[in-house]
């Protein structure tokens, strides 16, 4: 078995796509997906595109992706590395690829000077959880996420609120 993490590429949209719908399947929000594949190709691809994806390929076969981008601490002074996604196929999991892509992921950190490498996770994935912790994560209890939106976003941003 032999594992290759590439840099993801615009001929890849559909297969990030399938792993997007994938993930969202396991995570009971299928309903959530909206893009398509040329909204992958769009957003992941298009020059000054902030966001980034990998593929893990096992003996040349795509088995999951991670896609991440940079963010800032200003506390640190130094910028930060958030993974977004990570998905390997439930035939491939156990056989290290998760943990290659996280490595994977927090080398490109370390190399860039980043601060922190940071994901969230749903409380109820307790699999995650465990493998997460394994690696040395620790989980933030003291920050709680906030998301606006769809109407609430476009509301407020035109100041209807």
Known sequence: MSLHIRPATPADAALILR???????????EHE????????????????????ALICEQDGQPIG????FFNYSTWLGKHGLYLEDLYIRP?????G????????LAQLAVARGCGRFEWSVLDWNAPAIQFY????????????LYRLTGDALTRFASGQD
Do not use: M, N
């Open 19 to 29: 792993f997007i719908t994938d993930l969202a399947i396991y995570e009971k929000a």
């Open 33 to 52: 997906v909206q893009t398509d594949v040329a909204g992958i190709r769009a957003s992941l691809f298009a020059s000054g595109s902030t966001s980034h």
């Open 65 to 68: 992706y991670a896609v991440y």
């Open 91 to 95: 035939e491939a999991r156990g056989l």
């Open 97 to 104: 690829a998760g943990k290659a892509l996280l490595r994977h």
């Open 133 to 144: 912790q394994a690696i040395g994560a620790r989980p933030q209890d003291e920050w709680v």
